[in-house]
């Protein structure tokens, strides 16, 4: 590995914080979501008290439950007593949230959210980290991400939080495994574990008007990689290693203050994550239907010329678009879905999924060598 | 990779290796383990095999550690009361020999290395995944396919043990 000139580093690290603050950007909207879209599909008003010295009520303005979100809950929640349990291991205890947190934040640096942009004369890779392995980085994230839950229930003493903690973690290395064979036929079709060269490989039209994305060459994959991404999040319907009549809030139960607003981050930045992976691997990522580098080739054959910087804004425009249709639809999963029961979940995993999984690669594996791939 | 980041990751490594076995709690052995397993794979992707770097970060650090886990949760590994001094002799005479002779492996290595060994440049391509995979398709292919009738004939076992007894099926038993 040559390691790349000082301005690359630079434009890399600029590119890994935006991405972090469009991520953490994302889940605070997930955390609005959870307020007041739920009290929507709930049919309830939701958060609308908070307010500055009353100053909106006086001036007439409508209170949409904004200032509980972002001002009244993250103060609350800081300014809570940091508690550590009674015979509690402190080191683990207080590692264990960060252990969550970050393999799951690490991940978002090598997402392409757009193609490459020329500007004053120079090109950026619109990718914070161009890793030709990026799939497999992906993957090692996930998987140690798993220690932060493990050990966080471990760590607290106490009876309720281990039995969370066993169930998440049982739970997310069962669906990693669906995750993976998922990834594994998305790859073999695209021929790359690059993301930034399987968004190239999504480019383009089947008979003259149906998108290249990978939801119509992988529909199956994409469902398992839904399904088992949802259940990596630990939301409902598989929000197993909660339950408030068994084991009350399970793996962080006894955890207080920020530290419990990091296993919430988690969750939330989780399932952005899912979102831009859904994006990169099956809607095309930044790609626009019917955009080329030069302008949009409509179906009919019409050409609308659009210059080549404002091709790239609109990638990443479509990029983020689609990311937040895909947070807000896996916030309306949540609040619509009954959860699954212990066996069900893990019957869906390794009986149902895994099969799945395996048959989708097997038949993947026979197109390609009888049709030559679809690159 | 420059030679301070190999020095800090190998004295990271060796470190937690040490904590693994001095550490009398299990999960913070395990812990150390799973840092050791982690910066031995940054060395991999360092020293240009990505892939078998990430390889290691995702079956060992990821997989095979959780199962450790699992493992020492399930049989409830307490707190380690005994001290290292005192432990059965057998176990004391044959480490004794095990470490000898991988002292003497190390001092073999050491003294015949060739001086400036690393000078050498890696062929283009080296350690990525598409030569790693025409290298294990090819040339060690029949290793490759034996070493998977070996995993399933591990699997089967496996099945067989944790199997339940033949029996009457109680009504309105779920299978878990």
Known sequence: MSSPPVPELIVGAIEAIVMLLVALGLAMMLLYFERKGSALIQDRIGANRANILGVGRRLGLPNFGLLNTFIADPVKMFTKEDFVPDGADKFVHALAPFLALFPVLATFVVIPFGDTIAVAGRSFNLQATNLNVAVLYMLSMIGVGVYGIALGGWSSNNRWSLLGAIRASAQMISYELALGLAIISVVMTYGTLDLQQMCHAQSGVWWGWLPRWGIFTQPLACIIFLTAGVAETKRIPFDLPEGESELVLGYSVEYSGGKQAAFMLTDLAEQALVSMLLTTFFLGGWQVPYLYHDGFHLPGGALIAIPALAVSILGVIAFLLKTVVLCLFLGMVRWTLPRFRYDQLMRLGWKGLLPLGLANVMVTALVIVMFGGTR | ?176
């Open chain 2, 1 to 176: 990779m420059p030679p301070w980041l190999f020095v800090f990751l190998a004295a990271l490594s060796i470190i937690s290796a040490l904590g693994v076995i001095l550490q009398r709690n299990p999960v913070h052995s395990l812990l150390s383990l799973v840092l050791t397993l982690l910066t031995i794979a940054v060395l991999f992707m360092g020293l240009g095999a990505v892939v078998v770097g990430f390889l290691q970060a995702i079956v060992y650090a990821g997989a095979i550690m959780v199962l450790f886990l699992f493992v020492i949760w399930l049989l409830n590994l307490q707190v380690e009361t005994r001290s290292v001094a005192t432990g059965h002799l057998a176990l004391k005479f044959f480490g004794a020999i095990a470490a000898a002779t991988l002292v003497a492996e190390l001092f073999a290595i050491v003294t015949r290395a060739p001086a400036g060994a690393g000078a050498t440049a890696v062929p283009s391509g080296y350690g990525s995944i598409e030569q790693l995979a025409s290298t294990l398709f090819s040339e060690y292919l029949v290793a490759f396919e034996v070493t998977s009738v070996l995993l399933l004939a591990a699997i089967v076992g496996a099945i067989a043990i944790a199997r339940r007894p033949a029996g009457p099926v109680r009504p309105g038993a779920r299978s878990a």
